[in-house]
């Protein structure tokens, strides 16, 4: 076939074919038409006889005489050929219908005539250019272009022949990928592993992602055309066993393809010199996307992976990162709202730590954690609230009645009671009408900053999270939460918890803050005794894995009432564990229970 399409183009001439159907005029050195192929007034379709070929500029078709025998006439390539054949007197041997020609696996002798033909028209699309392909590469891979099926062509080569091809569909209606019939998805380029020259080789997902690190430092890439081909890639390493070189997988730039390159490192990593090339601060989704944006930028990302890559953990890896943390929001610790609180934490809470507030029941907790959401979303920051116990009903029933509380302090009118009025139906017509006024502008201000699950698994965490620019982590409570892994006892339970809240806080680099039960049997100690942190033994690592733990007690001694805030409790927050600041310090806060509103209070004040 391949002798065939040759002969053809070589006895039959292009304007002599073209002309027997339309009428050509001469200019310059080439000839010019009305197109067949679509409405054509002035003429657009042109025929350059020095390269036999033509290009329609308005309906975008072209090729060979094959390619206008086949539009012409209606025909397959196959029957094009076959009578262009006939014409000048060539058998083709076969009388084999198309139907059963199409069903046959094709020889290599017809992968090769397919590729060669597509690659002659490789410069009538722009493709190759868009994706930052030089010619030097199109050539040496033959890569090409189908004008029939609008469609890129990179063929596969073992021991330096084409043995297949991966045909990149450019049209939506088709499927993006496909093969010769009876073949399957290759790697490519894998003849580079007997090439004792080449010593660093990258190992790629797709195909122009090999072809852009070979445009950019000259180094010919393997892509695996998929990485479902990573079990078929091994084996041809292992059979080929090559020595002294060093790999270095580049994966997508996303979770696909980090796990991808983890499962492909452990194959690899007990027999070869392997390595993972990471993508910190870069956010490009792939090497070829990179080059498009950026040519010297991605030649420099390259060439330090062939630099870094075998050393992950080495400081100088860090210090770009480092740098763009010092100078982010991330850096500075977060106010609490809380001078005290604040003053005992060093400024307050910091990006990617755990801070654990525990209680026995009724002391406020849940309330605390709200006022503190408060807090953050007062300085722009987006708070999701992950609640094991409580339903989301009762918890904006709770900020709501606070707002609306403050609001009727504030003018010297009662508001503690309000909660209660809700509750049995007796708030009057006036009050539901400013309380519902409250809740709007609640609402309106923070309506994609607060974010509130129902639920005692992380999962969902994840997923909301990952679409928050500056979020902070809340969880009520630890003890009711149940981790993704089995386990045998309470403590084991909390421990994963634990494990999975790190993962959290590392992954996304935030503060996570957390209510936790504690032990009844040390809650009570005296508040001079040193190991009042036993109170938080029974949650297992709680006590080793936070940045700061706080005890909350209640003093029934120090009860006081307020006219429109009510009863109001003394609550005293006892640091027992402060990653960052000293242990033993004292907060005290009245809580209002009334209105749910914590305040801060000097520790000998006994007014209000």
Not at 332 to 361: M, R
Not at 398 to 427: H, M, N, P, Q, W
Not at 428 to 449: C, G, L, P, W
């Amino acid at each position: 076939m391949q002798g065939i399409v040759k002969t053809i183009k070589d006895k039959i001439d292009i304007i002599d074919y073209i002309g027997r159907y339309l009428p050509l005029q001469k200019e310059g050195s080439n000839y010019k038409a009305c197109c067949p192929f679509h409405p054509d007034k002035n003429p657009s379709f042109y025929i350059k006889p020095s390269e036999q070929f033509f290009h329609c500029f308005g309906c975008g078709v072209g090729g060979d005489v094959i390619k206008f025998a086949q539009l012409y006439h209606k025909i397959s390539f196959g029957k094009a050929v076959k009578m262009l054949a006939e014409e000048i007197g060539l058998s083709i041997g076969s009388k084999q219908t198309e139907e059963n020609t199409q069903e046959e696996k094709p020889s290599i002798d017809q992968i090769i005539a397919y590729v060669e033909t597509c690659h002659q028209y490789a410069s009538l699309t722009s493709y190759f250019a868009d994706r930052g392909i030089p010619t030097s590469l199109i050539d040496k891979y033959k890569m090409g272009f189908d004008v029939e099926n609008n469609a890129i062509v990179l063929p596969i080569f073992q021991d330096g022949q084409i043995i297949s091809y991966v045909r990149r569909n450019l049209d939506d209606n088709k499927p993006r990928y496909e093969f010769p019939k009876g073949h399957k998805a290759m790697p490519f380029n894998l003849d580079i592993l007997k090439d004792d020259l080449q010593t660093d080789v990258f190992i790629t997902e797709g195909i122009f992602d090999a072809l852009t690190i070979e445009a950019a430092i000259g180094l010919p890439a393997i892509a695996l055309n998929g990485c479902e081909n990573q079990n078929e890639f091994v084996q041809t390493l292992n059979r080929i066993k090559p020595q002294n070189k060093k790999f270095y997988i580049l994966f997508d730039n996303d979770e696909a393809g980090s796990k991808a390159a983890k499962q492909l490192f452990d194959k690899m990593k007990t027999q070869y010199e392997v390595a993972i090339c990471r993508w910190e601060g870069t956010p490009y989704k792939d090497i070829n996307e990179f080059w498009q944006n950026s040519q010297d930028k991605c030649i420099e990302f390259l060439r330090w992976q062939l630099k870094a890559a075998f050393y992950p953990y080495a400081l100088i890896n860090f210090a770009a990162q480092y740098v763009d943390f010092l100078k982010s929001d991330k850096f500075k610790a977060i106010s609490t709202g809380f001078k005290q609180l604040d003053d005992v934490l060093n400024g307050g809470f910091v990006a990617g730590n755990l801070y654990v507030f525990g209680a026995k029941p009724s002391v406020g907790k849940t309330t605390f954690l709200l006022q503190l959401i408060d807090n953050f979303l007062q300085q722009g920051y987006e708070c999701v609230f992950l609640s094991a116990e409580i339903p989301k009903e009762e918890i904006l029933t709770r900020i709501f009645c606070r707002e609306y509380g403050l609001k009727k302090v504030s003018v010297k009118v009662a508001g503690f009671d309000f909660y209660r009025k809700l509750r049995t139906s007796t708030a009057t017509q006036e009050e539901m009408q400013e309380f519902m006024s409250v809740m709007q502008d609640y609402i309106m201000r923070y309506a994609f900053k607060l974010h509130i699950l129902e639920g005692q698994r992380l999962d969902e965490v994840y997923y909301v999270l990952d679409r928050l620019q500056k979020p902070i982590l809340f969880v009520d409570y630890l003890q009711l939460l149940q981790p993704a892994k089995p386990y045998q006892s309470d403590k084991q339970r909390v421990d994963l918890i634990m494990q999975e809240l790190f993962e959290i806080k590392n992954r996304f680099l935030i503060p996570i803050v957390a209510i936790s039960s504690l032990n009844r049997e040390n809650y009570n100690k005296d508040k001079d005794d040193k190991d009042v942190m036993a109170a938080f033994k029974e949650s297992g690592s709680i006590e080793y894995g936070t940045a700061a733990a706080f005890l909350m007690q209640r003093d029934h001694d120090r009860v006081v009432h307020d006219n429109y805030k009510g009863n109001g409790y003394t609550i005293n927050f006892k640091c027992v564990k402060n990653r960052y600041g000293s242990i033993g310090d004292d907060i005290t806060m009245r809580f209002w229970g009334g209105i749910y509103l914590f305040e801060e209070i000097a520790d000998n004040d006994n007014s209000l």
